[in-house]
């Protein structure tokens, strides 16, 4: 076997998640499985991250134990996408050490959020979170709050099962581009939808219905203040630091 590193992106809204699952093959994984099996190719692939329904990817990653076989990657890659969907394409497929692993091996990952003032369309519904009015310049300056290492018990979902909740974000900051607002996180690793939550609350520091110094007692644990979720069609894992 020869371990492989996959570097795909998707269309979220088109899947039930990207994490393998017993009772739908509608997932990343599920899909690309099944391409994979039509290749004679049977082992699983294993991803940096989980991404939830409806979240998107521009730069997903994941590796994979390839038989002796398949060599040729370039071949491999054009194979696979004849293979797949329009919503899930083979970036690039290059042989790596047997050491790698898509998850641990991760050093830091990007997401960005994309919101847009006014009112949804049909065309940009899936891809963007619309909002009626925002206040950018109260989220440009709350944004920065998360940059540091924190806690984020207040910024999880219910139900995680993880002993810890501290996490490193190395950058957090918006800026404007073309008519979209867009948020950009990058950090050693997130909890399941803590960007959403994130989001969620400056959204609200947005509508006037929170404000900075709330979002810091959050932050530090002090009270919860928001359980707002912000919606996943607005959400882009785009980049996988090694």
Known sequence: MNRA????????????????????????????????????????????????RGVHATHQVMHIDL????????????????????????????????????????????????????????????????VPNLNREAITDAI??????????????????????????????AYSHKGYFVLVFEGNGFLRSQIRLMVGFLLRISAGKATKEQLIEQLNCVKRHSTDIAPHNGLYLTHIKY
């Not at 091996?105 to 847009?116: D, E, P």
């Open 5 to 52: 590193k996959i570097t795909m992106s998707y269309n979220g809204s088109a899947f039930l998640g990207s994490q393998q699952q017993t009772t739908t093959h509608e997932t990343v994984i599920g899909t690309l499985l099944i391409a994979l099996q039509r290749l004679k190719i049977h082992t699983a692939p294993k991803g940096s991250g989980r991404t939830d």
């Open 67 to 130: 038989p002796h076989f398949w060599t040729d990657l370039p071949r491999l890659k054009d194979m696979l996408n004849l293979q797949l969907p329009a919503s899930l394409r083979i970036l690039r497929i290059e042989f790596v050490d047997s050491e790698f692993h898509a998850r641990y091996s991760a050093k830091r990952r990007v997401y960005r959020y994309i919101i847009k003032e006014g009112i949804s369309n049909p065309f940009e519904d899936n891809f963007i979170t619309f």
């Open 144 to 173: 920065t709050c998360f940059e540091g290492t924190h806690s984020f018990e207040f910024f999880k979902k219910s139900g995680n099962d993880l002993e810890h909740f501290t996490r490193i974000i190395y950058r957090a900051y």
